[in-house]
């Protein structure tokens, strides 16, 4: 009989080489452990490991530190990012926004970052945030940091140059917001042909929002770029270059000193100028607009210790009284309406604003006309009439603000066959396509269909104007596909140090419902058309803005139903709220309808803390 084979015996040499490589094998594994637990570090780039899988709750922000930078780690389903804790804008700590759909939104103005690049992708802003990769391995979160990126606030994005083989011409006709974006993004989505832009203006784009709140203000403080940038992309600024006219046929713009450019796509965004008073002594001096630095810093100098009128309750009149009650002699302000935006914020928002100025020495002439501007050389008072009184005054004027709308400066398009409105807005579709082929429009000159609803609207917004911009030239740029201008409109307001947010549009509501304490300023306003929730006003309570915003990008609409009952589904919709008991209060309402019976589903309401 034979018998089995045995086993091959193992001498104590070979159960020493292999106890040896069983412990190099341990010994390597508790290394790249050990590797994954600290800094590996080289001269850019080292890893870390951040957390395990599973210490965050999906949708979950946790703040970390990272070589003394502040940084945000976000977690969605089994995805984990990493980016700046700070906005590239105005540094608002993004960590009090909206995280939705891989964007995290600022709550202070909406600006919009991707998680994974770090790219913005709604405005206001024109730089990125640092982004980090991520990965998880074996149950570890561990993030990829580029040492260059740490303490970084504002990451400018990778661009092109042009290719002097490349003969196509793209001309932006326009010196603002739309513009500047863009020229910038033709050249990060690698355009290289030539990138033209005619501004009317001396300066480069600059931040024109600040010379409301500023007024004293250094110009070269306030750009967006600098000459070097625009060089460095091969944008080709042609400032004080008015353009006088465009031939759609010949595809050429002309401007005021005769300089002619043929183009192959052109985009047009030459904003608004401040709308005049067409009343007798309206040449006199010292009757100002604001629209640029070296009149806000005119409106400074000359107002000190002067009694100043304004003309208009615009917000940008609201915060020049601001910042001049406490310079001038006298703030006057005289208003058509009752109260500061009543039309757009509402009969209570709008007597809030009012009373903030009022309690601050400014005065005000509502329910009243301009009749005319008396004075010799320079203005030295105001007559008005208050039509609701049939009372004529005059208020002692030494310099005068008009501040009662713009038009659109579109007059070099009179002959253009491009089409515009009754107000001389340029008509365009979704993608900021006018009615002549290979001709775009986008800011504060053009009138466009809202994503929501496709009604036409005018936006004169500064962040939705860097948004049209972003989308004319996507398209310009497109020979197939076409992306479709999908933006909520955002702005914003700073009043004595206290920011009103408004997210939506509602031209006309019917209905306003207003949470929290109006007095104190600490507020949510939900205006309504019919029963749907169209627009939201927020005072210190501006993550509810931003997280309205996403829901209206993402087709989540809330309802009147959804305020007064529902409380679940607003807990759904709107992240990290909490219950708390409030009063409605029913303004303006133009609709018949019966306020509920239980008190309980009255008090309750759900909003962000």
Request: glycine share 6%; proline share 4%.
């Amino acid at each position: 009989m034979g018998s089995a084979p045995s086993k091959q015996m193992r001498g104590p040499q070979d159960l020493a080489e292999i106890e040896e490589r069983r412990m190099e094998a341990k010994q390597i594994s508790r290394r790249l452990d050990e590797a994954y637990m600290r800094m590996r570090k080289t001269d850019d780039m080292f890893e870390l490991l951040v957390c395990k899988h599973g210490d965050l709750k999906h949708g979950e922000i946790r703040e970390l530190t990272i070589e003394n930078a502040k940084l945000l780690l976000i977690r969605d389903a089994d995805q984990y990012f990493i980016v700046g804790n700070k906005c590239s804008h105005y540094n608002a700590p993004l960590r009090k926004g909206s995280y939705f759909n891989g964007r995290l939104r600022c709550p202070w103005h909406g600006a919009c970052f991707n998680l994974v690049t770090g790219e913005i992708e709604e405005y206001p802003g024109i730089d990125g945030i640092p982004a980090f990769p991520v990965k998880v391995v074996k149950g570890n979160v561990i993030v990829d940091v580029d040492r260059r990126l740490l303490g970084k606030a504002k990451v400018i994005p990778a661009m092109a140059r042009a290719d002097k083989a490349n003969e196509t011409i793209f001309v932006i006709v326009g010196g603002g917001p739309a513009a500047l974006v863009a020229a910038e993004t033709l050249r990060r989505k690698n355009f290289r042909g030539r990138v033209v832009i005619f501004a009317k203006e001396q300066l480069p784009p600059y931040d024109r929002p600040k010379l409301s709140k500023m007024l004293d203000v250094d110009a070269d403080l306030l750009l967006l770029r600098d000459h070097a940038h625009f060089k460095k992309y091969d944008i080709e600024l042609m400032l004080d270059q008015e353009i006088v006219n465009v031939d759609t046929n010949d595809r050429t713009v002309t401007a005021k000193t005769k300089l002619m450019l043929r183009y192959d796509k052109l985009l047009i965004c030459t904003g608004a100028s401040p709308k005049r008073l067409d009343v007798p002594g309206n040449n006199l001096k010292n009757i100002c607009f604001l629209r640029t630095p070296e009149e806000a810093n005119h409106i400074c100098a000359t107002g000190k210790d002067k009694n100043l009128v304004i003309v208009g309750a615009s917000f940008l009149a609201l915060e020049v009284a601001a910042f001049m009650g406490y310079k001038a002699r006298s703030v006057t302000i005289i208003c058509r309406r009752m109260y500061p935006f009543e039309n757009l914020l509402g009969r209570h928002i709008g007597k809030l604003l009012r009373q903030m100025l009022v309690d601050r020495g400014v005065t005000f002439h509502e329910a009243s006309n301009v009749e005319g501007f008396e004075g010799t050389d320079a203005v030295h008072s105001v007559s008005l009439r208050n039509y609701k009184k049939s009372e004529a005054l005059s208020v002692p004027a030494d310099l005068v603000l008009v501040a009662i709308g713009t038009v659109p400066n579109t007059k070099c398009l009179v002959h253009s066959g491009i089409e515009l409105d009754d107000e001389g807005f340029i008509n365009v579709d979704q993608f900021m396509r006018t009615s002549v082929e290979r001709v775009f429009a986008a800011g504060d000159c053009s009138t466009f269909p809202l994503s929501d609803s496709g009604l036409r609207a005018k936006v004169q917004h500064w962040a939705m104007a860097h948004s049209q911009g972003r989308i004319a030239a996507l398209n310009m740029m497109s020979s197939g596909h076409l992306e479709p201008l999908r933006s909520v409109p955002y702005f914003w307001t700073t009043i004595f140090g206290k920011s009103i947010r408004y997210a939506g549009y509602c031209d006309n509501f019917d209905d306003v419902m207003i949470s929290g304490d109006i007095e104190n300023g600490r507020w949510v306003a939900f205006y309504l058309k019919k029963d749907d929730v169209k627009a939201v006003a927020t005072m210190n309570y501006d993550g509810v803005t931003s997280q309205f915003a996403d829901l209206q990008m993402a087709g989540k609409f809330t309802t009147r139903a959804d305020l007064l009952y529902d409380i679940t589904k607003i807990l759904a919709l709107y992240n990290n709220i909490a219950l708390v008991e409030v009063n409605y209060i029913w303004a303006e309402s133009k609709l018949p309808y019966s306020k509920p019976t239980d008190d309980t589903q009255l008090c309750s309401f759900a909003r962000l803390i």
